[in-house]
């Protein structure tokens, strides 16, 4: 009895989760008629001309270069800060100095803090500087934010490594430089992958820095997407069409690598 209820509830919660992705490609798949219906259709002949009109007339296969141009360089530039930092304060600086802890301590808190409270400062400064309406200004704050992912992900890491396999690598000669690239990353790649994925995902689903720093042929996926409500009558088989263009590539992107990810997340120290 005990475990048909726990199934029960587990198939409650997945039909919870699963639900609106079936709306979505549901509502994608009809005609605009049947879409705007205030009664829900669940018969209809699958219609993908609102896939078509999405990709073309609403400029969806430019918003998506656009957000992988952003996601894939800020992901990289992210690790490259990231782990330099993670290495500094766990394996060059004691960790349990002052400055170990106040730079894990600053880097915990600017994750908590809201966007839309550091929103203003980062659109006045890169209004000044002509980095607004570009992807250039939106590069620099998610890289910003991969970093902050990359120095907590990489101190996770890092904070059991051997101390002793740095120091032999400094007797051999080695420069704190060459200690980290030939002794620390070759231990971490599970880590900086996983990192990668994370800082990949979390600036594809990025919205209100792009809605802000961004216009026109520059705009985001998420930004485009947005873009198909109207007041004036939103067309939701066009809406829905790009939402499932727009969410399609990450989502087969985190199926093929989840395994992966997993033995990235789990992996610390050295084996």
């Known amino acids: 009895m005990k475990r048909s209820v726990k199934n029960a ?33 669940w018969f209809f002949t699958p219609d993908f001309s609102s896939y078509r009109e999405a990709w073309v007339d609403g400029a969806m296969g430019s918003a998506m270069v656009n957000s992988a141009t952003v996601a894939v360089v800020s992901s990289v530039l992210g690790i490259v800060a990231g782990l330099p930092l993670a290495y500094l304060i766990t394996q060059v600086w004691p960790q349990q100095s ?3 802890a106040r730079l894990a301590l600053a880097t915990l808190l600017l994750t908590t803090v809201p966007p839309v409270l550091s929103l203003t400062p980062f659109y006045r400064t890169f209004f000044h500087v002509g980095l607004t309406g570009n992807v250039v ?23 059991n490594f051997p101390l002793e396999i740095r120091e032999a690598a400094l007797l051999d000669g080695l420069g704190e430089w060459a200690t980290l690239f030939r002794t ?34 520059t705009q985001t996926a998420p930004v485009t997407i947005a873009g198909f ?9 066009r809406l829905t069409a790009a939402g499932v263009i727009g969410a399609l590539p990450i989502v087969v992107f985190a199926i093929l690598v989840r395994k992966h990810m997993a033995r990235g997340l789990s992996f610390g120290g050295v084996k």
């Open 9 to 41: 509830v587990v198939y409650l919660f997945v039909l919870w989760c699963v639900a609106p992705i079936l709306w979505l490609i549901s509502t994608s798949l009809k005609s605009d008629v049947d879409a705007f219906s205030p009664q829900y259709v």
């Open 98 to 100: 002052a400055g170990a």
């Open 137 to 159: 200004g939106l590069t620099i704050v998610h890289t910003f934010y991969a970093t902050l992912l990359a120095v907590l992900i990489f101190r996770s890491f890092l904070v």
């Open 184 to 217: 620390v990353l070759p231990n971490a790649w599970g880590g900086l992958f996983a990192t990668f994925v994370l800082a990949l995902i979390q600036s594809w689903n990025e919205f209100l820095y792009a809605l802000v720093l961004t216009s026109g042929g």
């Open 229 to 237: 409500l109207s007041f004036f009558g939103t067309n939701w088989a």
